[in-house]
């Protein structure tokens, strides 16, 4: 007779695939909303949190600037993030990658080509593609927080560590950062760390959801569910609370894993930030 896993084991194990989306997204975008997206930040995204309003708005303007401009690196760029910000991940990676061999020099375009490719699960040729988007004498925390995203996406946790450290000295206490660093050890199995580290970032950071519901998410897998619904839902309108609360009993509830192995590479779960 096989021996029946103790419930947070078996808990743990059923959402290790959310977990692993959860620290790609949150590695991967820039962008404020509460919702899933893709989250590793973008180069210089400084206007990522106002186009997360509206994003199919965005789409169409930025549609029409890129072909009235087809070689202008900016206009492309804007909008392959307007193509990631809509979920045609894609069709965002075929453009930038045109774009990135027109403007092989543009580390701008060279980052958002990076995050479109760590979105199709090209994970190894992602971290590559970033590392040309970077100048260790001029670093962007951005990519290298990044760079941690995709590193902990290929299972090698350690390296990926260094590079959030290295993001944390340039800008110290940085939620975002720290919430990539919370989910590597997701990633690795220490959710004692991992919630630790979470909660530090919460601190930092209490507005920004995705935070708290990668809290809450490590907190549900240690099988403290009521706790991981009080902290989704603590401090917001009565509307806001009861979505981010069903929102995170349809991750705590679901029998099979996010996501199959078809589409594992996908980056859309739960947050990461940037």
């Known amino acids: ?116 490719l760590a979105d199709n699960g090209n994970f190894q040729q992602a971290f590559d593609v970033l590392s040309r988007a970077h100048s260790p004498d001029d670093p962007d925390w951005r990519i290298l927080s990044a760079q941690g995203a995709v590193l902990d996406q290929l299972g090698r946790h350690d390296e990926a560590r260094h590079y959030y450290d290295s993001a944390l000295k340039i800008v110290p206490e940085e939620p975002s950062v720290l919430s990539n660093l919370g989910l590597s050890y997701v990633l690795s199995k220490d959710l004692p760390k991992a919630e630790e580290i979470l909660r530090h970032a919460l601190d930092r950071a209490k507005a920004d959801l995705r935070v708290r519901q990668n809290l809450a998410l490590v907190i549900g897998l240690q ?45 859309t779960a739960a947050e990461r930030a940037d």
């Open 1 to 116: 007779m096989l021996r029946q896993l103790p419930p947070q084991d078996r808990f743990a194990r059923r959402f290790a695939s959310i977990a692993s989306s959860a620290a790609l997204a949150l590695g991967l975008c820039s962008c404020q909303t509460a919702g899933t997206s893709d989250i590793t930040g973008s180069l210089g995204e400084k206007t990522e949190a106002s186009r997360a309003a509206d994003p199919r708005g965005e789409l169409d303007s930025d549609r029409d600037r890129f072909r009235t401009n087809p070689n202008d690196a900016n206009a492309a760029l804007q909008y392959g993030k307007a193509l990631r910000a809509t979920g045609q991940r894609s069709q965002a990676l075929a453009m930038l990658e045109q774009a990135s061999i027109a403007h092989p020099d543009d580390k701008a375009l060279l980052a958002g080509y990076g995050r479109a």
């Open 223 to 267: 099988g403290r569910f009521a706790e991981a619904e009080s902290i989704v839902k603590a401090d917001r309108p009565p509307e806001e609370a009861a979505a981010n609360v069903a929102y995170l009993r349809r991750l705590l509830s679901r029998k099979e894993p996010a996501h199959t192995q078809a589409d594992s590479k996908s980056a």
